[in-house]
């Protein structure tokens, strides 16, 4: 069994405490598109006019639960 030298330790303790690149991160929630009846087409149309990629409507585990458009930035 090999010994782990001081920098391939420090490398590893850096990699775990980087903040992680999920899905998570490329997703806001839209500010023009407040409504109680979401729709993808039109979640998609205003998040475009704010000057993102994309938009869908998600399930918000609130109570109560809700749609909500969000908008891809990535």
């Not at 598109?33 to 609130?62: H, N, P, S």
Request: aromatic residues 8%; negative net charge.
């Amino acid at each position: 069994m090999g010994v782990l030298k001081v920098p391939s330790l420090l490398f590893l303790m850096l990699l775990l405490l980087a903040p992680a690149s999920d899905a998570e991160t490329c997703k806001e929630a839209s500010e023009s598109y407040t409504t109680i009846k979401c729709r993808d087409d039109a979640c998609a149309k205003a998040c475009q006019l704010e000057g993102f990629i994309d938009g869908t409507c998600e399930m918000v585990w609130a109570k109560p639960v809700f749609l909500r458009c969000f908008c891809n930035l990535c």
